[in-house]
């Protein structure tokens, strides 16, 4: 079981970017998928989520109306598209699998190494 994220760097306050989740080893439209991220000396996290089917998504209230969670079973990956960047979004983003839609990081089973999102101008 692998999961490899990536489409993170650094960009400018209001910019956006579009992360990658792309997952091995297990059939993606089985399990929810959850975004976290992390900033060094506090805790993780959770920023959004997406059912197994892709019909119920959950997010964060500091990024609700920013971000969108999608996902693209036949691809085995999901995304997430982050709008209007701010500076205290910047973290390292994670994504993990879950037999369960939440943003609670401890539901989640299996994580990806890591994708370094900055906002900075």
């Known amino acids: 079981v692998q999961l490899v994220e990536s489409g993170g760097g650094l960009v400018q306050p209001g910019g956006s970017l579009r992360l990658s989740c792309e997952v091995h080893?297990?059939?993606?439209?089985?399990?929810?998928i959850g975004w976290f991220r992390q900033v060094a000396g506090k805790e993780r996290e959770g920023v959004s989520c997406?059912?197994?089917?892709?019909?119920?998504?959950f997010y964060a209230d500091s990024v609700k109306g920013r971000f969108t969670i999608s996902r693209d079973n036949a691809k085995n990956t999901v995304y997430l598209q982050m709008n209007s960047l701010k500076p205290e979004d910047t973290a390292v983003y994670y994504c993990?699998?879950?037999?369960?839609?939440?943003?609670?990081?401890?539901?989640?089973?299996?994580w990806g190494q890591g994708t370094q999102v900055t906002v900075s101008s």
């Open positions: 993990a699998s879950s037999g369960v839609a939440s943003i609670e990081a401890v539901h989640y089973d299996y």
């Open positions: 080893g297990f059939r993606l439209d089985l399990y929810a």
């Open positions: 997406i059912g197994a089917s892709g019909g119920a998504t």
